[in-house]
């Protein structure tokens, strides 16, 4: 929902060119922020695919950084949903365990909330999968 709000000012902006602006009658688009879904996992396993959510809804941006992608900042970007105010992310990974967090603006790191499961102070996502075994074959 948006609504358009008149604001009516009764003083003047400079500009940097040092011009005045008489800003009487700006017009405003105030939109309302989505609220939290506390219904919305993350990170969600369905068979080797791992969709990570965040909610932020005034962040310019999210990535995700972890052991999947070395723990670049900027290597795998979050897609942002304006009607839910969260950010996500579809990873295929192999079966394993993936230590990840956050990267919120660029610079802040921050743990997945809605994920209980951490190791050494990481969000921690674990994909089940086939488990290597060793098969002793005796010849005859």
Known sequence: DTMNCLITVSTFSRLASGKDVNCKE?????????????????PVVNGNKVTFNYFTP????????????GWSSSATALTYNETTGFWSVEQELAPGRYEYK????????????RNEAQSSGNSLCVVSGLESTTLDVEAG
């Open 26 to 42: 700006a017009s405003f688009v105030i939109s309302k922020l989505p609220e939290d879904d506390a219904s919305v996992k993350s």
């Open 58 to 69: 005034t962040a310019a941006s999210v990535n995700l950084a972890g052991e999947m992608n």
């Open 102 to 113: 956050f990267v919120v603006d660029g610079g802040n790191w921050v743990m997945d909330t």
